[in-house]
């Protein structure tokens, strides 16, 4: 496993970090497009060899964030560092960080070789060692022998790969990726997050990631910050943003939303931490109990998920696993109980 | 699925609308190899005599020189000014781009017989001399339009994404323009300039308000056939005239219709 460094450190390291600083840090950055604000107000420091993610829905400002980063346009306001120093008017092309575009953005006229050494040419690296680190790129990628294709000739799969070597041979500080597996398919894309996972390790390159896919964020970050409507609700760990959500948006973007309202409190349970209890079942100890009515059966294959319409109010997802040993079948419209340790329910703070 | 009787009507329909098209062509070019100085029918026979003749004509030796001379220039003179607009306009946002946008495209909408009549005064009262230039700039007007149109029709067609991506890798201005914008752009200049040259090679109207005491090769035609004293030397120039406007519109087409931005 990856070393995961602990919500409160790279965020307090700030500008002036006293050991090491963060590979990017962003301040106070603000972006609006006429009246539609994009961001406002952010703040972030990511740790360098870090895979950091922005997760949030589209127009939550995750894309103008990364776009600010990489120098495509200029904030309102703000400032963006790399490794301390601050970049906020440098042009994109003299900053160290690399893009992978949602598009992949390869020049259609160019071989595949020929894009990914585009970054070597025009900085006037010599054609012997251009080729050698081509090549290599290649390999990293699992694209030997390709170089000569045009990527008109290549699968998406295999353009998303190229585009990647063309942005890693570079040897960035930071790698910035814009949904880059969102126009392939769920099978490609499951392991292109594997393939991106080894990558990451094996460069050892910062990585920030921009996806709306929750379950993505979840698999491949370091650390998570969660956007909406141009401002970050929360950075924190994959198990830290599901488990406990800082705000009822996050829990509600990360995973099913289950939210309810107890003596004045946002309350949110994750369904698997909760237990359906039948007629003859005994609540396990310690727990909070309540009943309900079943309104809703759904099988997903590995799991059935209940909604169970509380007798106290609100309604909240059960989920169970099928694994064939569960008691008594639960169909719609049954009394039920549920219950859950205090310790797995999490109250929003207001 | 149409019926055969439709099928066949369609056909026939096609049929006639090239015929329309294309018999009085294909007329010219047979009566340029007629014997006899009379366009009668059937022709009196075959020579290659006028060809022969209109080789050794000076005037009109002189016509083609002169209108090959202002297509290359007015070519030219479209090919910077045409790029750089398109460019400009497609890369910069600024107070008035659509308005400039309309302007640019507006002496091909209209008639020439204004920009015709308008230059004529203009250089009129500016005093400028009549002569090559004036025609180079008459037709430059509307060469600029076909480049342009044709430039930026290909820019905008162009993701963003991929001059981003330039720049990202570390190339400044300058170097995405030569290694990326360019190449992308390339057969849409190719094409736009063989159109602006075929456009300026048989243009007349623009031209008669324009030129000065020389003839460009239409306006020697359009006099010969007024005086109609030398019509088998005229079907001769017009039969050349078709062959060398034919090939640059084949080339442009041919090349348009490859050289697209693949997916």
């Not at chain 1, 127009?59 to 906020?88: W, Y």
């Not at chain 2, 009549?117 to 509307?142: D, E, K």
């Not at chain 2, 020389?214 to 030398?230: D, E, M, S, V, Y």
Request: with cysteine; glycine share 10%; aromatic share 8%.
């Amino acid at each position: 496993m990856i070393e995961v460094p602990t919500p409160e450190q790279p965020a307090a390291a700030g500008s002036q970090g006293s050991q090491q600083a963060p590979a990017v840090y962003v301040a106070g950055l603000r972006k609006s497009y006429g009246d539609v604000t994009a961001l406002n107000g952010v703040e972030l420091a990511v740790a360098p060899g870090e895979f950091f993610t922005l997760l949030g829905p589209s127009g939550s400002g995750k894309t103008t964030l990364l776009r600010l980063i990489a120098g495509f346009e200029r904030p309102d306001a703000g400032t963006i560092e790399l490794t301390g120093a601050d970049v906020t008017g440098t042009p994109p092309y003299a900053r160290d960080v690399n893009t992978v575009f949602q598009d992949y953005a390869l020049f259609p006229h160019m071989t595949v070789a020929e894009n990914i050494e585009y970054g070597l040419r025009v900085k006037r690296v010599p054609k012997q060692q251009r080729k050698q680190q081509v090549a290599r790129a290649l390999d990293m990628v699992r694209l030997p022998g390709l170089g000569a294709r045009k990527p008109s000739q290549l699968s998406g799969g295999q353009r998303q790969r190229v585009a990647l070597a063309r942005a890693i041979v570079n040897r960035p500080q930071v790698l910035l990726l814009d949904e880059p597996l969102g126009a392939l398919d769920l099978k490609l894309r499951q392991e292109m997050q594997l393939e991106l996972l080894r990558v990451q390790r094996e460069v050892g390159i910062t990585f920030i990631y921009v996806t709306h896919d929750q379950e993505e964020a979840l698999t491949m970050s370091d650390r998570i910050a969660v956007m909406s409507n141009g401002g970050i609700e929360q950075i924190a760990t994959p198990v830290e943003v599901y488990e406990h959500p800082r705000t009822p948006f996050v829990a509600g973007f990360i995973g099913v939303s289950n939210l309810i309202e107890r003596d004045g409190d946002q309350i949110t349970v994750r369904p698997e931490k909760i237990t359906l209890l039948t007629e003859h079942d005994q609540a396990p100890a310690d727990t909070h109990v309540e009943g309900g009515q079943v309104t809703d059966v759904i099988y997903v294959g590995v799991l059935t998920r209940y909604v169970v319409a509380l007798d106290a109010g609100g309604e909240l997802v059960v989920s169970r696993q099928n694994a064939g040993h569960s008691g008594a079948t639960v169909t719609r419209g049954n009394q039920v109980r549920v219950a859950w340790r205090a310790a797995q329910a999490f109250t929003i703070p207001r | 699925m149409e019926s055969t009787g439709l099928r066949v009507a369609l056909r026939i329909w096609v049929a006639l609308v090239l015929l329309f098209l294309f018999v009085p062509i294909a007329a010219i070019i047979l009566y340029a190899f007629n014997k006899s100085t009379i366009e009668s029918w059937p022709i009196g026979g075959f020579t290659g005599h006028w060809f022969s003749v209109a080789w050794h004509d000076s005037q009109v030796r002189e016509a083609l020189w002169l209108s090959v001379r202002v297509g290359l220039f007015a070519t030219g003179l479209a090919l910077v000014l045409g790029s750089m607009v398109a460019y400009a306009l497609h890369q910069f946002r600024f107070y008035g781009r659509d308005g400039i946008s309309l302007l640019l495209v507006l002496p091909i909408a209209l008639p020439g017989i204004i920009t015709g009549i308008a230059l004529n005064s203009f250089f009129s009262f500016t005093g400028i001399q009549f002569g090559t230039l004036t025609v180079v700039a008459g037709h430059a007007t509307f060469c600029i339009v076909v480049v342009f149109n044709n430039l930026i029709a290909r820019l905008r067609r162009v993701p963003g994404s991929l001059a981003e991506a330039s720049m990202d890798l570390g190339a400044r201005g300058w170097q995405t323009l030569r290694f990326v914008t360019i190449p992308l752009a390339a057969t849409a200049l190719v094409s736009g300039a063989l159109l602006a040259f075929a456009l300026s090679f048989d243009e007349v109207i623009v031209t008669v308000f324009t030129a000065g005491a020389q003839n460009t090769l239409p306006l020697w035609i359009f006099g010969a056939i007024r005086l109609g004293q030398q019509l088998p030397e005229v079907n001769v120039v017009v039969t050349i005239v078709i062959a060398l406007t034919l090939i640059p519109v084949i080339l442009a087409a041919r090349i348009a219709g490859s050289g697209a931005v693949t997916r």
